[in-house]
């Protein structure tokens, strides 16, 4: 689809980055989540994001490693990097994300880097993280391929 006429002279450069995101290139983003409960969820929005008949328009650049290592440093530092090849955050809250010291560092990270966050809540019952409280994140209550598609477009604007 080509760009309108004068959007760029009208929204400018983050318009135009936002714009991008959800019309052109795919975003990259990197997808928190508790790996041992909720793994389907991250994989749910990346199949989403492969399929066609989807118009979620994302590249996942999360890492895909056990924690369980010796090598603390070496994951904290392949993490941030990833953290920092993304354009945006997406924290999956299920009913033990709260618990998880791995997403709180990934939340702290994100919110350090300036990367615009988008806390995803399977249901409203679920207790949030503390770092997701108060950071300015894009709450969504639910978990459906559109409402992470309409977040993305705002916090990509």
């Known amino acids: 689809m080509p760009l309108p006429l004068g959007y760029l ?4 450069f983050v318009g135009l980055v936002g714009y991008l995101a ?17 793994s389907h969820y991250k994989n749910l929005i ?12 994302i590249e ?8 369980k ?5 070496y994951l904290k ?9 993304s354009d945006c955050v997406i924290v999956f809250v299920g009913v033990d994300t709260h618990e998880r ?15 615009p966050i988008i806390a995803v809540k399977e249901k409203r019952t679920h207790k949030s993280p ?13 978990f459906s391929e559109e409402k992470i598609r309409e977040a993305l477009k705002v916090a990509l604007s």
């Open 46 to 57: 990346v199949a989403w994001a492969k399929n066609n008949k989807f118009k979620l328009n």
């Open 60 to 67: 996942d650049v999360s890492t895909d490693i056990k924690i």
């Open 130 to 142: 503390k770092s997701l409280l108060g950071c300015g994140a894009i709450w969504i209550n639910g």
């Open 101 to 115: 010291p791995w997403v709180d560092w990934e939340v702290e990270r994100a919110i350090e880097l300036k990367k």
């Open 69 to 73: 290592s010796e090598n603390l440093q």
């Open 9 to 12: 002279a009208i929204t400018g």
């Open 22 to 38: 959800v019309r052109g290139k795919a975003s990259k983003v990197f997808i928190s989540y508790y790996s041992k409960r909720d």
């Open 77 to 85: 530092r392949r993490m941030k990097e990833k953290i920092e090849e």
